[in-house]
Nanobody, 123 residues
Framework: QVQLGESGGGLVQAGGSLRLSCAASGRTFSTYAMGWFRQAPGKEREFVAAISGSATIRSYADSVKGRFTISRDNAKNTVYLQMSSLKLEDTAVYYC????????????????WGQGTQVTVSS
């Protein structure tokens, strides 16, 4: 069982930056691929970024490529999402998720989910 807790969301102006963190419980964090997803009001939850357990593979949605960076610190059981050059359309609730199998861009691959953290980008 893995419990996830996101933090770092908030209100930021367009063009600004935020770093989201997701702390995980358990002693096998490095065996899990981790992902970030987001859900904007009235829209379906969508893939943002994913990272393999060893951090050798990282994948990004086209909409955030070059602006967002996913990373992890297995010693701290934490995964991060550094978000830069934020746009109005980045406004959403951001969720981290853990997959016991290989990393994926698909929500169905993830076994565990956090409660989400709100990111609001203002003009």
């Amino acid at each position: 069982q893995v419990q996830l807790g996101e933090s770092g969301g908030g209100l930021v102006q367009a063009g600004g930056s935020l770093r989201l963190s997701c702390a995980a419980s358990g002693r096998t964090f490095s065996t899990y691929a981790m992902g970030w997803f987001r859900q904007a009001p009235g829209k379906e939850r969508e893939f943002v970024a994913a990272i393999s357990g060893s951090a050798t593979i990282r994948s990004y949605a086209d909409s955030v490529k070059g602006r967002f960076t996913i990373s992890r610190d297995n010693a701290k059981n934490t995964v991060y999402l550094q978000m830069s050059s934020l746009k109005l359309e980045d406004t959403a609730v951001y969720y981290c998720a853990a997959a016991s199998t290989a990393w994926s861009r698909e929500m169905a691959a993830y076994n565990y989910w956090g409660q989400g953290t709100q990111v609001t980008v203002s003009s």
